[in-house]
């Protein structure tokens, strides 16, 4: 017998009700229901970071987390960044200009924990950006150019020389 | 999609104690970093599941009216090293957590789960054994409070009394435990996130008032034995003792007597003991430093 | 040249960043059915029995296939092009399901369900019984008498058995006053570990199958595809959208052909397969695990007198590359130290391990670790800085290849070194780092690396190339080509743009997803070969849209066609530079004229008869912490001569992916399995250690720009170059920071843990009371 709950939450700025599959994982829910394909799966155990969505502000891996628990959640992924007619935010746009960009699969969950970095205001050295970082796993990039992307736009925002 | 039977999501304590008492055979989920990975894994796949995720009541670290530091079960890892009661008093806990997975794996795993899981890995258990935490559990005949290294029975099993629907709620930290202490947390795996421990060793100690001599030290490992332990031999060989390099070679060396790895394809047992008493004395001479004392 | 050399955005970045990019889940049909694979839990054995009859009972399993409803056709996968000769053609010892299963993880049967849920329900129904067979997991003892045999054709489970042999070793050796210089060496079995696990779905569609597939390969996968399932090549049609990275594991032909095939059985319904990180790591590909025996006979100068490799390679279950890894791997023997007497042996043997086939770097990893592990303790034996050991007998200026026929022009290996030495300040660190002798040290080491361009004059090599004019003047681009993470689309856009005189590379929309039905027929990504050999195609099609460019502006402006050329996106007189036509102005008028209407489109194939040397190194400093076993890479940098450079931002950050790759190589990754029962212990990303971005220090790569006079665009590899030389230099360094050559990879805590104890430089407590 399949068990189903009506949930309601915010994605990406929007309220939506949707009748969910109690065994659906929010990465199921994001992907399947609402078409928000910058959701990806690379382990599904919660090990790489693909699926890495916002939560009330916070980075969760998607796949771990049950589509029920979204009841009442404001939730945002990588579309919500980008403007009403296609412009990219800061970071976005860092990650293009720094190179920080490969196959692309990781992307948008480093850019949402990006998000949660920048959101914090908050100056961080490079070490310290590393560890907030570290919850995603690359394997074009080194990190390399994904940290530089970070890095000057969150000096960027607090007004800080990026060279 | 996760093959699990049914979901009971609990509105309370009480109510998650009577869906307990209800479906004996559900699993508890908190955070689910555990759980639902066993689950895909086919381990717990087809099982029922009793969600406590949503019970806010039990998130949150306070003093309690007993001059105890109360840390709710369902506290993210995340939120307890950003915590200010934590950060004063028992800061190295915070620190051990702040080690656990990665960021997203600090904000969703909690403390409780953690715990309750019975692994010897877990990253906040050396430290909460070598802080002789309580851990409160909540069920039908109302409130247990037991010491932490009861509550672990065996790999993988702890005390909860799933026939009188018992749910973990707490942990505390006793003040006497934490007062004028200072500890810290080196967590041994094979890269620097993203990992479980090959070993985990936390130590506290408080120091007299002239910082010479070691009043109390404490010592705990994960993955040392099968659940996480103190190392008793290693203590007594500190406590009382001058903060002397000698001393905590001679701490570092008794731990020997405390510990039993095994080995495994994780790490052999002859490097776990080789590492555990390296750990030790790096810990050792780290708390001391902590507390205000000298090594000369 | 004005777009050639420049730092351009990728032309895929904007898509990737904003989430849009469409990869194969991505376009899923929403009723494809779920297929689901059991596979083996023996390492090795016949399968007696397969009882579906639970699995069928489950509500939403649509059906179950077994090993025993599976056709009888060998296939082979290996991304390699199609040979016409036999004697050249891969392996074929593969099957969809197999009756006798060869590895921990070989396919059995499948579950094909509406859903997710219902297919590993039916997985976990399925009632297995095996007649195990012993099993064999290490390559010599797998070439042993009496060992399990894996494949009926192939006697002691040698897949092949290779030699070089030059000069006279055995009369070499007697020359007087020699030092032997020996080891063993040892590399694991890694896995590429793309962040996009491989998965594919396919349908049938007018009585032809379409899969759509994370592949590199798309061409030489419909060639399996047909092979596989008994129909004709041309009745497979293969998608490949964009892909989550490849690294060579999605240089095979991986579970298309099962996909098609199941597809096939349930009325050509589409059916998906999606490798979950489990399977990718054991039931796709890994990298060779090569234990190399180098016994090297240098005279006091240094100079090698005389040198004997031998090199056995564990294939794992099937054969897929192959031996073309382990061969290469020997073959760079001889050319990056040279010595004039040379014995090398090469084996590559089946064990009952998951198949190995290609991965960046494609052998030259494993050479590199063993060559310049060997080559360091030459320079030890004689006393010699080993940068200037490397300086004084590395393949020299002018060195040519008697089979590839490539040349080293610009002695390009020492300008290299001469630059990483530069830039990690080596001649300091040395001085300085000598002086450690506590229990934490630091050291410093390097490891230089050839690199091929192509698989010329191995196999074919070919690229074909469409252009088609648009009414606005830009130009859309098909290339056989496969945009797969490293940024190709974006290198050909700007040669495109380059060659055909447009004023942007944006003016160059190139198809980035290649469809067998419309897109010219291309190899694929692999042998760091796509930015040479697409070089061609797109110069050749270039010239010939432009010959028809410039017939139709002839007819509109009467100028000679001589005097033509394209600047800017119009077509000018070259004499005096003036606009003659706008492009956009030309193909309106072009396609419009009910006189004389043409749409102005090129197409050609090129055959590329060539290859090309690409060079460097790695200088890597490292701490090591003695009592804790653990190294950490402080400082590391690659020098690269890939020729010019397409994309000096993009080649950057293609170096540095490989720079963490060879980091994990080094000192961290391995795929285990239980010596009792094969079964793989660690598939997974937590248990398998890929580094994060808190195990490395900042990567620096560092350019000699010495174009390539073979190329185009005086280019060369560079996909794979970056993998190479990493881990023998943080080999080399830790042996400078201890005094403790190690001789197995990885480096970590266990093995310098065994290291360090054998050297004395870590006391066993229990000895000392």
Same mark, same amino acid.
């Given at each position: 017998?399949?068990?189903?709950?009506?949930?309601?939450?915010?994605?990406?700025?929007?309220?939506?009700?949707?009748?969910?599959?109690?065994?659906?994982?929010?990465?199921?829910?994001?992907?399947?229901?609402?078409?928000?394909?910058?959701?990806?799966?690379?382990?599904?155990?919660?090990?790489?970071?693909?699926?890495?969505?916002?939560?009330?502000?916070?980075?969760?891996?998607?796949?771990?987390?049950?589509?029920?628990?979204?009841?009442?959640?404001?939730?945002?992924?990588?579309?919500?960044?980008?403007?009403?007619?296609?412009?990219?935010?800061?970071?976005?746009?860092?990650?293009?200009?720094?190179?920080?960009?490969?196959?692309?699969?990781?992307?948008?969950?480093?850019?949402?924990?990006?998000?949660?970095?920048?959101?914090?205001?908050?100056?961080?050295?490079?070490?310290?950006?590393?560890?907030?970082?570290?919850?995603?796993?690359?394997?074009?990039?080194?990190?390399?150019?994904?940290?530089?992307?970070?890095?000057?736009?969150?000096?960027?925002?607090?007004?800080?020389?990026?060279? | 999609?996760?093959?699990?039977?049914?979901?009971?999501?609990?509105?309370?304590?009480?109510?998650?104690?009577?869906?307990?008492?209800?479906?004996?055979?559900?699993?508890?989920?908190?955070?689910?970093?555990?759980?639902?990975?066993?689950?895909?894994?086919?381990?717990?796949?087809?099982?029922?599941?009793?969600?406590?995720?949503?019970?806010?009541?039990?998130?949150?670290?306070?003093?309690?009216?007993?001059?105890?530091?109360?840390?709710?079960?369902?506290?993210?890892? %995340?939120?307890?090293?950003?915590?200010?009661?934590?950060?004063?008093?028992?800061?190295?806990?915070?620190?051990?957590?702040?080690?656990?997975?990665?960021?997203?794996?600090?904000?969703?795993?909690?403390?409780?789960?953690?715990?309750?899981?019975?692994?010897?890995?877990?990253?906040?258990?050396?430290?909460?054994?070598?802080?002789?935490?309580?851990?409160?559990?909540?069920?039908?005949?109302?409130?247990?409070?037991?010491?932490?290294?009861?509550?672990?029975?065996?790999?993988?099993?702890?005390?909860?009394?799933?026939?009188?629907?018992?749910?973990?709620?707490?942990?505390?930290?006793?003040?006497?435990?934490?007062?004028?202490?200072?500890?810290?947390?080196?967590?041994?795996?094979?890269?620097?996130?993203?990992?479980?421990?090959?070993?985990?060793?936390?130590?506290?100690?408080?120091?007299?008032?002239?910082?010479?001599?070691?009043?109390?030290?404490?010592?705990?490992?994960?993955?040392?034995?099968?659940?996480?332990?103190?190392?008793?031999?290693?203590?007594?060989?500190?406590?009382?003792?001058?903060?002397?390099?000698?001393?905590?070679?001679?701490?570092?060396?008794?731990?020997?007597?405390?510990?039993?790895?095994?080995?495994?394809?994780?790490?052999?047992?002859?490097?776990?003991?080789?590492?555990?008493?390296?750990?030790?004395?790096?810990?050792?001479?780290? %708390?001391?430093?902590?507390?205000?004392?000298?090594?000369? | 040249?004005?777009?050639?050399?420049?730092?351009?955005?990728?032309?895929?970045?904007?898509?990737?960043?904003?989430?849009?990019?469409?990869?194969?889940?991505?376009?899923?049909?929403?009723?494809?059915?779920?297929?689901?694979?059991?596979?083996?839990?023996?390492?090795?054995?016949?399968?007696?029995?397969?009882?579906?009859?639970?699995?069928?009972?489950?509500?939403?399993?649509?059906?179950?296939?077994?090993?025993?409803?599976?056709?009888?056709?060998?296939?082979?996968?290996?991304?390699?092009?199609?040979?016409?000769?036999?004697?050249?053609?891969?392996?074929?010892?593969?099957?969809?399901?197999?009756?006798?299963?060869?590895?921990?993880?070989?396919?059995?049967?499948?579950?094909?369900?509406?859903?997710?849920?219902?297919?590993?329900?039916?997985?976990?129904?399925?009632?297995?019984?095996?007649?195990?067979?012993?099993?064999?997991?290490?390559?010599?003892?797998?070439?042993?008498?009496?060992?399990?045999?894996?494949?009926?054709?192939?006697?002691?489970?040698?897949?092949?058995?290779?030699?070089?042999?030059?000069?006279?070793?055995?009369?070499?050796?007697?020359?007087?006053?020699?030092?032997?210089?020996?080891?063993?060496?040892?590399?694991?079995?890694?896995?590429?570990?793309?962040?996009?696990?491989?998965?594919?779905?396919?349908?049938?569609?007018?009585?032809?199958?379409?899969?759509?597939?994370?592949?590199?390969?798309?061409?030489?996968?419909?060639?399996?595809?047909?092979?596989?399932?008994?129909?004709?090549?041309?009745?497979?049609?293969?998608?490949?959208?964009?892909?989550?990275?490849?690294?060579?594991?999605?240089?095979?032909?991986?579970?298309?052909?099962?996909?098609?095939?199941?597809?096939?059985?349930?009325?050509?319904?589409?059916?998906?397969?999606?490798?979950?990180?489990?399977?990718?790591?054991?039931?796709?590909?890994?990298?060779?695990?090569?234990?190399?025996?180098?016994?090297?006979?240098?005279?006091?100068?240094?100079?090698?007198?005389?040198?004997?490799?031998?090199?056995?390679?564990?294939?794992?279950?099937?054969?897929?590359?192959?031996?073309?890894?382990?061969?290469?791997?020997?073959?760079?023997?001889?050319?990056?130290?040279?010595?004039?007497?040379?014995?090398?042996?090469?084996?590559?043997?089946?064990?009952?391990?998951?198949?190995?086939?290609?991965?960046?770097?494609?052998?030259?990893?494993?050479?590199?670790?063993?060559?310049?592990?060997?080559?360091?303790?030459?320079?030890?034996?004689?006393?010699?800085?080993?940068?200037?050991?490397?300086?004084?007998?590395?393949?020299?200026?002018?060195?040519?290849?008697?089979?590839?026929?490539?040349?080293?022009?610009?002695?390009?290996?020492?300008?290299?070194?001469?630059?990483?030495?530069?830039?990690?300040?080596?001649?300091?660190?040395?001085?300085?780092?000598?002086?450690?002798?506590?229990?934490?040290?630091?050291?410093?080491?390097?490891?230089?690396?050839?690199?091929?361009?192509?698989?010329?004059?191995?196999?074919?090599?070919?690229? %074909?190339?469409?252009?088609?004019?648009?009414?606005?003047?830009?130009?859309?681009?098909?290339?056989?080509?496969?945009?797969?993470?490293?940024?190709?689309?974006?290198?050909?856009?700007?040669?495109?743009?380059?060659?055909?005189?447009?004023?942007?590379?944006?003016?160059?929309?190139?198809?980035?997803?290649?469809?067998?039905?419309?897109?010219?027929?291309?190899?694929?990504?692999?042998? %760091?070969?796509?930015?040479?050999?697409?070089?061609?195609?797109?110069?050749?099609?270039?010239?010939?849209?432009?010959?028809?460019?410039?017939?139709?502006?002839?007819?509109?402006?009467?100028?000679?066609?001589?005097?033509?050329?394209?600047?800017?996106?119009?077509?000018?007189?070259?004499?005096?530079?003036?606009?003659?036509?706008?492009?956009?102005?030309?193909?309106?008028?072009?396609?419009?004229?009910?006189?004389?209407?043409?749409?102005?489109?090129?197409?050609?194939?090129?055959?590329?008869?060539?290859?090309?040397?690409?060079?460097?190194?790695?200088?890597?400093?490292?701490?090591?912490?003695?009592?804790?076993?653990?190294?950490?890479?402080?400082?590391?940098?690659?020098?690269?001569?890939?020729?010019?450079?397409?994309?000096?931002?993009?080649?950057?950050?293609?170096?540095?992916?490989?720079?963490?790759?060879?980091?994990?190589?080094?000192?961290?990754?391995?795929?285990?399995?239980?010596?009792?029962?094969?079964?793989?212990?660690?598939?997974?990303?937590?248990?398998?250690?890929?580094?994060?971005?808190?195990?490395?220090?900042?990567?620096?790569?560092?350019?000699?720009?010495?174009?390539?006079?073979?190329?185009?665009?005086?280019?060369?590899?560079?996909?794979?170059?970056?993998?190479?030389?990493?881990?023998?230099?943080?080999?080399?360094?830790?042996?400078?920071?201890?005094?403790?050559?190690?001789?197995?990879?990885?480096?970590?805590?266990?093995?310098?843990?065994?290291?360090?104890?054998?050297?004395?430089?870590?006391?066993?407590?229990?000895?000392?009371?």
């Amino acid at each position: 017998m399949s068990q189903y709950k009506l949930i309601r939450c915010t994605i990406n700025g929007k309220e939506v009700e949707r009748m969910i599959d109690v065994r659906a994982s929010l990465t199921d829910l994001l992907r399947n229901d609402f078409h928000l394909t910058s959701v990806k799966k690379g382990c599904e155990v919660g090990e790489c970071g693909a699926c890495n969505v916002l939560i009330d502000g916070e980075c969760y891996n998607s796949c771990i987390y049950l589509a029920a628990w979204a009841d009442g959640k404001n939730i945002r992924t990588l579309e919500s960044l980008t403007g009403p007619n296609g412009e990219l935010s800061d970071i976005q746009q860092a990650f293009l200009e720094e190179a920080a960009i490969q196959c692309g699969f990781c992307t948008p969950g480093f850019i949402m924990t990006a998000v949660e970095i920048l959101e914090t205001g908050k100056l961080y050295t490079r070490d310290e950006l590393r560890k907030l970082l570290s919850g995603h796993l690359c394997r074009c990039t080194g990190y390399e150019n994904i940290l530089n992307a970070v890095e000057k736009t969150m000096k960027r925002r607090l007004g800080m020389p990026t060279e | 999609m996760y093959d699990l039977k049914a979901l009971y999501e609990a509105t309370s304590v009480q109510n998650a104690v009577e869906l307990r008492l209800e479906h004996p055979e559900a699993q508890i989920i908190a955070g689910g970093s555990d759980v639902l990975v066993q689950m895909r894994e086919g381990k717990r796949a087809g099982k029922e599941l009793i969600s406590i995720y949503g019970l806010d009541e039990l998130r949150g670290v306070t003093i309690d009216a007993d001059e105890n530091i109360r840390i709710g079960s369902l506290t993210s890892f %995340s939120h307890i090293t950003r915590d200010p009661i934590i950060q004063k008093y028992i800061n190295v806990l915070g620190e051990a957590v702040d080690m656990v997975g990665g960021p997203q794996i600090r904000n969703i795993g909690t403390i409780g789960g953690n715990t309750c899981n019975g692994v010897t890995s877990a990253d906040s258990a050396s430290t909460l054994h070598a802080w002789e935490a309580i851990v409160e559990l909540t069920g039908k005949n109302g409130v247990r409070r037991l010491p932490i290294k009861d509550f672990y029975i065996k790999a993988g099993q702890v005390d909860i009394r799933v026939e009188d629907g018992e749910i973990q709620t707490a942990i505390l930290i006793p003040k006497a435990s934490y007062e004028n202490t200072f500890g810290h947390y080196i967590k041994y795996a094979m890269r620097n996130a993203m990992d479980i421990a090959t070993l985990g060793c936390s130590v506290n100690v408080r120091l007299s008032p002239d910082k010479k001599t070691i009043e109390r030290a404490r010592i705990a490992y994960g993955v040392a034995g099968p659940v996480p332990m103190r190392a008793e031999s290693a203590e007594a060989a500190a406590n009382g003792a001058p903060s002397t390099r000698e001393v905590i070679e001679r701490f570092g060396l008794a731990v020997l007597n405390d510990i039993h790895p095994r080995d495994s394809w994780r790490a052999s047992k002859a490097f776990r003991q080789h590492i555990a008493v390296e750990m030790a004395k790096r810990c050792l001479l780290e %708390s001391i430093r902590l507390a205000g004392g000298e090594i000369e | 040249m004005s777009i050639v050399g420049k730092s351009e955005i990728r032309v895929d970045a904007y898509d990737k960043a904003t989430g849009r990019t469409k990869y194969y889940e991505d376009r899923m049909p929403p009723d494809a059915l779920y297929v689901r694979i059991r596979h083996s839990e023996i390492a090795h054995g016949i399968v007696r029995s397969v009882d579906t009859t639970e699995a069928e009972k489950i509500k939403g399993v649509v059906k179950v296939l077994t090993c025993f409803d599976a056709p009888e056709i060998d296939f082979p996968t290996a991304g390699h092009p199609w040979s016409m000769d036999p004697e050249h053609q891969d392996v074929a010892d593969r099957r969809l399901l197999n009756t006798h299963v060869r590895y921990y993880g070989d396919d059995v049967a499948v579950v094909i369900a509406e859903d997710e849920v219902a297919a590993m329900q039916g997985v976990r129904a399925i009632k297995v019984e095996y007649d195990p067979l012993p099993f064999v997991l290490d390559p010599q003892k797998a070439m042993e008498d009496g060992a399990p045999q894996l494949h009926e054709a192939y006697e002691h489970n040698i897949l092949k058995h290779t030699s070089i042999r030059k000069g006279d070793y055995e009369n070499a050796i007697r020359e007087s006053g020699l030092i032997r210089v020996e080891g063993w060496y040892e590399t694991p079995t890694v896995q590429h570990c793309h962040i996009e696990n491989h998965g594919c779905f396919a349908y049938e569609e007018n009585g032809r199958i379409t899969v759509v597939s994370s592949t590199q390969i798309p061409h030489i996968v419909r060639r399996v595809v047909g092979q596989a399932i008994g129909r004709p090549w041309a009745d497979v049609q293969i998608i490949k959208p964009y892909i989550g990275g490849g690294f060579g594991n999605k240089q095979d032909a991986l579970y298309e052909p099962l996909c098609a095939w199941c597809s096939t059985q349930v009325g050509g319904r589409p059916v998906r397969i999606d490798c979950s990180r489990e399977e990718t790591f054991v039931s796709n590909r890994v990298r060779h695990a090569i234990r190399f025996h180098i016994t090297s006979w240098i005279r006091k100068d240094g100079s090698m007198a005389a040198r004997k490799v031998d090199l056995f390679s564990n294939q794992g279950a099937y054969a897929s590359h192959g031996h073309s890894i382990v061969a290469k791997a020997m073959g760079s023997f001889p050319q990056l130290y040279p010595c004039d007497n040379m014995e090398c042996d090469a084996y590559t043997v089946y064990t009952n391990l998951p198949a190995a086939g290609a991965m960046r770097g494609y052998g030259m990893p494993q050479a590199s670790f063993a060559n310049d592990s060997n080559i360091e303790e030459c320079a030890h034996a004689i006393g010699m800085d080993p940068v200037e050991y490397r300086n004084r007998y590395i393949m020299p200026q002018g060195f040519e290849d008697g089979f590839s026929k490539n040349v080293n022009y610009y002695d390009s290996h020492r300008e290299c070194l001469e630059k990483g030495k530069e830039l990690i300040d080596y001649d300091r660190k040395v001085r300085e780092f000598a002086n450690d002798k506590g229990p934490i040290r630091r050291g410093i080491g390097c490891a230089s690396f050839w690199y091929n361009t192509a698989v010329w004059p191995i196999a074919l090599e070919t690229s %074909s190339n469409r252009m088609l004019l648009n009414l606005d003047g830009t130009v859309t681009m098909q290339c056989g080509e496969t945009e797969i993470g490293q940024g190709a689309d974006t290198a050909f856009s700007q040669m495109a743009a380059e060659a055909i005189g447009l004023k942007s590379y944006r003016d160059v929309h190139v198809v980035s997803c290649q469809d067998t039905d419309v897109t010219p027929t291309g190899l694929g990504a692999y042998a %760091s070969r796509q930015t040479y050999v697409a070089g061609f195609s797109i110069r050749q099609t270039a010239e010939l849209l432009k010959q028809k460019i410039f017939a139709y502006a002839n007819k509109l402006t009467r100028q000679s066609v001589d005097n033509m050329e394209v600047r800017d996106g119009n077509v000018v007189r070259k004499s005096d530079g003036k606009v003659l036509i706008s492009l956009s102005e030309l193909a309106m008028t072009a396609q419009y004229n009910q006189q004389d209407s043409e749409h102005i489109t090129a197409e050609s194939t090129f055959t590329i008869k060539n290859n090309a040397y690409s060079f460097g190194c790695t200088f890597a400093e490292v701490e090591v912490d003695i009592p804790m076993c653990k190294v950490t890479v402080k400082n590391i940098v690659n020098v690269h001569d890939c020729g010019n450079l397409i994309n000096p931002a993009l080649a950057e950050a293609q170096v540095h992916g490989g720079m963490s790759m060879a980091i994990g190589y080094g000192l961290s990754e391995q795929l285990l399995f239980d010596p009792k029962t094969g079964r793989p212990l660690n598939n997974n990303l937590l248990d398998y250690k890929l580094s994060t971005v808190l195990d490395h220090p900042d990567l620096e790569a560092a350019f000699i720009e010495n174009p390539e006079p073979t190329s185009v665009f005086g280019t060369k590899a560079l996909g794979e170059p970056p993998a190479c030389s990493g881990a023998p230099a943080i080999r080399n360094a830790i042996y400078n920071a201890t005094g403790v050559a190690l001789y197995k990879l990885p480096m970590n805590p266990h093995n310098l843990f065994a290291a360090f104890t054998e050297a004395g430089l870590i006391r066993d407590p229990w000895q000392e009371g």
